[in-house]
């Protein structure tokens, strides 16, 4: 299950690595296309709305968890790049049970404030019924999510990609199958989504754990590395609360957003949610990108070996840049055929393509941020990129959004330009930061 990735061609080991990820992102983000999808053919756009706000609050919960498991990833594969397998197994172990707790308060607080969430994003009064049952069904289903998550974690720290493609995947195949069964034959709408989201959760635990009690992993875990210790512990926190913190605000944004949307009414809120799930399947490079740079420069970095772990980052804004121009270029012209897969509603279509025809040039402006984001945290240095992602919500992507809003009341597509806005504020702290860094020799 391990693998070394401080030896042979950068670019291969990049390839090797991301493309599981890749696939791995994807068919997580089509755990929610699927919900929205198979919703919009049996619902109407009260259930559509329920489940993209829904999914949405969830979204923000699963990102801040595999932000904060961003610690746990950069801390093993530090730890097996200088071949310590002591280090790798007490990081592995302080990962279990720092997310333990995690996921048992979560669980408890969320069920408790499940009614207050959905009236804070201004749900729309035909939709809240359904959010609360949503929301309430997948918040028991937090230990399951938190699991996967650490899981997922020590295979990546540990330079293996392709297990966690293998145990998303059966995952998404078991929510498919239920959400027909469950919305399509017996009529359970919103809550149909959101139990076949949870059970088909379960299974990917169940599958990984079975995987993980048959395979040598190379580590050998024992009763103290389960103990908090000040060394895994605290390096595991100093990189993934940023992190999380990074990706909270970020989903904040977005709520903020959908909350902005909400107000102008349900077919704008429709639309809105439709195209978030769009630009989470657009986003999954940019996002493989960053958790590519930071576990393979984690590894590099532990070894010792500086010049790989750049030119990491170098592949990696090659890759993102080209991908987001492609991306972004092509969905201008296929726009309203994308949005008119999720529903035949006239209006949100043409509201959904406005705001998708804006939203898409966050592509290329997010790839070259998340692919510094991921040096910096292989370098312990998570605070940048918490610190650039928090100064383009509040500057750039919140405001403008309000402000598009409140002086574009016929169109979308003023409010989808606030993205990019805050991704390219993003993109200038990022570099002045990397070049700072590198004149200190705080990076190499």
Not at 25 to 34: N, R
Not at 212 to 223: F, W, Y
Not at 275 to 293: A, R
Request: aromatic share 10%; net charge positive.
């Amino acid at each position: 299950m391990e693998k070394n990735l401080t030896s042979g061609s950068v670019f291969r080991n990049i390839v090797y690595f991301s493309l599981p990820y890749l696939l791995s992102y994807f068919l997580q983000t089509l755990y929610g296309m699927a919900d929205l999808y198979i919703i919009g053919q049996f619902n109407g756009v009260d259930s559509i709305t329920a489940v993209s706000v829904g999914s949405q609050v969830m979204h923000m919960l699963t990102v801040m968890i595999v932000g904060l498991a961003m610690g746990s990833t950069v801390t093993i594969g530090k730890a097996i790049g200088a071949r310590q397998p002591e280090h790798a197994a007490a990081a592995i172990g302080n990962t279990i049970t720092l997310f333990m707790g995690v996921s048992a308060v979560c669980t408890v607080l969320l069920l408790v404030l499940a009614e207050p969430v959905v009236s804070l994003m201004s749900t729309p009064d035909e939709a809240a019924a359904e959010t609360i049952t949503y929301l309430t069904i997948c918040f028991m289903g937090i230990p399951f999510i938190t699991a996967y998550n650490i899981i997922s974690s020590v295979f990546r720290g540990m330079g293996d990609s392709k297990s966690p493609m293998y145990f998303i995947g059966a995952a998404c195949v078991t929510n498919i199958v239920l959400d027909y069964l469950l919305i399509g034959v017996f009529r359970l709408g919103a809550a149909g989504a959101a139990l076949g989201t949870t059970l088909s959760q379960t299974v990917s635990v169940i599958l990984a754990l079975t995987v993980i009690l048959r395979k040598k992993t190379g580590v050998k875990l024992k009763k103290q590395h389960f103990k908090p210790q000040s060394g895994p512990m605290g390096q595991i926190l100093k990189i993934g609360i940023p992190v999380a913190l990074q990706d909270g605000f970020i989903q904040i944004a977005f709520i903020v957003i959908t909350v902005i949307a909400n107000r102008r009414g349900l077919n704008d809120a429709a639309a809105v949610g439709i195209v978030e799930k769009i630009i989470g399947v657009v986003f999954l490079v940019p996002s493989t990108m960053l958790s590519t740079v930071s576990a393979l420069s984690a590894q590099n970095i532990g070894a010792g070996k500086h010049e790989r772990a750049a030119l990491t980052l170098r592949y990696a804004l090659y890759f993102t840049v080209g991908y987001g121009l492609v991306v972004s270029v092509v969905t201008q012209f296929i726009a309203v055929p994308v949005v008119g897969l999720f529903t035949e509603n006239a209006a949100v279509i043409l509201l959904g393509k406005q705001y998708l025809q804006g939203y898409i040039w966050d592509c290329i402006f997010a790839g070259i941020h998340f692919s510094f984001s991921g040096y910096f945290c292989a370098y312990g240095r998570s605070g940048i990129s918490f610190l650039h992602n928090f100064l383009s919500i509040v500057c750039v992507r919140v405001p403008g959004a309000f402000l598009a809003s409140k002086y574009f009341t016929d169109t979308l597509f003023p409010m989808g330009l606030a993205a990019p806005g805050g991704s390219l504020l993003s993109v200038f702290i990022c570099m002045a930061a990397f070049f700072q860094l590198k004149k200190g020799r705080s990076i190499r």
